[in-house]
């Protein structure tokens, strides 16, 4: 079978959804800020404030100011850079001028920078260096959304093997409660992209390419060195295989350095940052002028300004005025801990084993993770032949019994691809994906400002997967479906509304 033969169905027919679907999110929320900022006034107008970078040395100090063509248009999108994204576009303009900063990764800040002086350059003298950095970021935020939802698409393709489950867990993704931050000049849009680009990529067995990806979503947000955990899983396993079934000890060695290697290059850019910030804050300075933390066994700025200038840490945030968080996180975070609980409980060999006691056929299902020296291609074309046949068989099917498949009959159909232990959600190959959310999800309560949770949470493609499964539970499926989609509009409505006039919000 040719590859666009296999590949018409589904990348042709889902993926335009998919993409129709993430695109029209944006324009919505766009057109919802646009809304609110006009009828209302922002809480805090100090957003456009913009003092002269603190050395005019800086390669990325901004041109003399002068006369723009265009002032409202540069006064709109400078207004509208608000919350970390004042961060983001400084750092872009200026390099990290001040300690705290160095709390905002550098992938972003890069990519804006770049744009700005090569794309979008001749913006300049019509509205103004700012405004440039600033619709640089925006255009890069939502062109990334765009793309982070047709690999989520394609990676649930292949985790849950049902393309209905994964088209619904994409689409919720398009409308997540956490949108506004996709749409804003915020580090979620790249760091999803790359994450979840490097996790299809892993699981379609290039390695090399899962790498980079994983690698680079640490230079865009610190959680992206949790993604190393995957490939600790992946070499886990691949180790058991070589020493217990195939009896090859020194190919478990081979395993177990190549598997070490890739963890190293996943946390390569986040050291090197954290490097970067040593020499600049604690080098050539005398004894007194040194900050606390350079003077630290391990030195790592990162930890010391969260702690200092966020106040996060263990249990830190459990005060009695923080009740108003805790509940504006509750729905992402019950979810979060609803999934695990049910993955647990239909589960538990798989998951109190982390998957070592899985039966045969589950192994099979999860050959990319569990089972060393797999034929991932030829795996991924036999399935990918199976889902062109099956998507053909439904289509047929669906327009021959448009007006007579309704309510239950439509969800007993779909159930029947998710039965237990063999795919869909409560497949082996989810539990590596279980563990990092539940990890993620104890940080975010135990550690940090607990209300960061929905977009802390809001990359994490089980959370999707959980919610399409739950849409289409036998007797309660449409009232998960309200209740999901319900919880998704509010949060879209809530967080363009006081997000966008700088108002708090997560």
Same mark, same amino acid.
């Given at each position: 079978? #040719?590859?666009?033969?296999?590949?018409?169905?589904?990348?042709?027919?889902?993926?335009?959804?998919?993409?129709?679907?993430?695109?029209?999110?944006?324009?919505?929320?766009?057109?919802?800020?646009?809304?609110?900022?006009?009828?209302?006034?922002?809480?805090?107008?100090?957003?456009?404030?913009?003092?002269?970078?603190?050395?005019?040395?800086?390669?990325?100090?901004?041109?003399?100011?002068?006369?723009?063509?265009?002032?409202?248009?540069?006064?709109?999108?400078?207004?509208?850079?608000?919350?970390? #994204?004042?961060?983001?576009?400084?750092?872009?303009?200026?390099?990290?001028?001040?300690?705290?900063?160095?709390?905002?990764?550098?992938?972003?800040?890069?990519?804006?920078?770049?744009?700005?002086?090569?794309?979008?350059?001749?913006?300049?003298?019509?509205?103004?260096?700012?405004?440039?950095?600033?619709?640089?970021?925006?255009?890069?935020?939502?062109?990334?959304?765009?793309?982070?939802?047709?690999?989520?698409?394609?990676? #649930?393709?292949?985790?849950?093997?049902?393309? =209905?489950?994964?088209?619904?867990?994409?689409?919720?993704?398009?409308?997540?409660?956490?949108?506004?931050?996709?749409?804003?000049?915020?580090?979620?849009?790249?760091?999803?992209?790359?994450?979840?680009?490097?996790?299809?990529?892993?699981?379609?067995?290039?390695?090399?390419?899962?790498?980079?990806?994983?690698?680079?979503?640490?230079?865009?947000?610190?959680?992206?060195?949790?993604?190393?955990?995957?490939?600790?899983?992946?070499?886990?396993?691949?180790?058991?295989?070589?020493?217990?079934?195939?009896?090859?000890?020194?190919?478990?060695?081979?395993?177990?350095?190549?598997?070490?290697?890739?963890?190293?290059?996943?946390? @390569?850019?986040?050291?090197?940052?954290?490097?970067?910030?040593?020499?600049?804050?604690?080098?050539?300075?005398?004894?007194?002028?040194?900050?606390?933390?350079?003077?630290?066994?391990?030195?790592?700025?990162?930890?010391?300004?969260?702690?200092?200038?966020?106040?996060?840490?263990?249990?830190?945030?459990?005060?009695?005025?923080?009740?108003?968080?805790?509940?504006?996180? #509750?729905?992402?975070?019950?979810?979060?801990?609803?999934?695990?609980?049910?993955?647990?409980?239909?589960?538990?060999?798989?998951?109190?084993?982390?998957?070592?006691?899985?039966?045969?056929?589950?192994?099979?299902?999860?050959?990319?993770?569990?089972?060393?020296?797999?034929?991932?291609?030829?795996?991924?074309?036999?399935?990918? =032949?199976?889902?062109?046949?099956?998507?053909?068989?439904?289509?047929? @099917?669906?327009?021959?019994?448009?007006?007579?498949?309704?309510?239950?009959?439509?969800?007993?159909?779909?159930?029947?691809?998710?039965?237990?232990?063999?795919?869909?959600?409560?497949?082996?190959?989810?539990?590596?994906?279980?563990?990092?959310?539940?990890?993620?999800?104890?940080?975010?309560?135990?550690?940090?400002?607990?209300?960061?949770?929905?977009?802390?949470?809001?990359?994490?493609?089980?959370?999707?997967?959980?919610?399409?499964?739950?849409? @289409?539970?036998?007797?309660?499926?449409?009232?998960?479906?309200?209740?999901?989609?319900?919880?998704?509009?509010?949060?879209?409505?809530?967080?363009?509304?006081?997000?966008?006039?700088?108002?708090?919000?997560?």
């Amino acid at each position: 079978t #040719s590859k666009s033969s296999i590949e018409n169905p589904l990348e042709s027919h889902h993926t335009r959804i998919v993409l129709r679907s993430a695109i029209a999110s944006r324009i919505i929320l766009i057109a919802f800020i646009i809304l609110w900022r006009s009828l209302l006034s922002p809480y805090d107008t100090s957003a456009s404030i913009n003092p002269n970078c603190l050395s005019s040395t800086s390669a990325n100090h901004s041109p003399p100011t002068q006369a723009i063509i265009f002032p409202r248009i540069a006064s709109a999108i400078e207004d509208s850079i608000v919350w970390d #994204s004042v961060y983001f576009v400084r750092i872009a303009q200026c390099g990290y001028e001040y300690e705290q900063s160095y709390a905002f990764l550098p992938l972003l800040p890069i990519c804006i920078s770049l744009l700005s002086r090569t794309v979008f350059a001749p913006l300049i003298p019509f509205i103004g260096h700012r405004a440039v950095l600033g619709l640089s970021g925006y255009l890069l935020n939502n062109i990334a959304f765009v793309l982070a939802a047709v690999f989520l698409y394609r990676l #649930s393709v292949i985790i849950l093997k049902d393309p =209905e489950s994964a088209l619904r867990a994409s689409i919720l993704f398009c409308f997540n409660p956490a949108s506004i931050f996709y749409s804003s000049i915020y580090s979620e849009s790249l760091y999803s992209l790359l994450s979840i680009g490097g996790l299809y990529y892993l699981m379609s067995g290039a390695n090399n390419f899962a790498t980079l990806g994983l690698a680079l979503s640490g230079s865009a947000r610190s959680n992206g060195v949790l993604n190393a955990g995957y490939i600790c899983f992946q070499t886990m396993h691949w180790a058991y295989d070589a020493v217990f079934l195939k009896k090859h000890t020194y190919l478990a060695v081979q395993v177990l350095i190549a598997g070490a290697l890739r963890c190293l290059c996943i946390f @390569v850019p986040f050291i090197a940052f954290q490097a970067y910030g040593y020499y600049n804050m604690c080098l050539r300075r005398f004894p007194d002028e040194m900050r606390p933390w350079c003077k630290a066994r391990l030195p790592v700025l990162y930890n010391y300004i969260q702690s200092h200038y966020w106040g996060v840490g263990f249990l830190r945030y459990f005060q009695l005025k923080q009740l108003p968080n805790f509940l504006l996180a #509750s729905p992402i975070l019950s979810l979060a801990l609803c999934s695990i609980i049910h993955y647990v409980k239909l589960r538990p060999e798989i998951f109190f084993s982390l998957g070592f006691r899985a039966s045969h056929e589950d192994k099979n299902s999860a050959a990319v993770l569990i089972s060393m020296g797999a034929d991932t291609k030829s795996n991924s074309a036999s399935f990918l =032949e199976k889902i062109s046949s099956k998507v053909q068989r439904e289509d047929r @099917v669906l327009r021959q019994r448009k007006q007579s498949i309704k309510g239950e009959n439509t969800v007993s159909l779909r159930v029947e691809n998710e039965s237990p232990g063999k795919q869909g959600y409560l497949s082996v190959i989810v539990l590596p994906f279980v563990l990092h959310l539940g990890f993620m999800a104890a940080t975010t309560f135990f550690v940090m400002h607990v209300q960061v949770a929905t977009r802390f949470l809001s990359a994490s493609p089980p959370f999707y997967w959980f919610a399409s499964y739950l849409m @289409v539970s036998p007797g309660v499926g449409k009232r998960w479906g309200y209740l999901i989609w319900a919880y998704c509009a509010a949060y879209i409505l809530l967080g363009s509304l006081l997000f966008a006039n700088f108002y708090p919000f997560t």
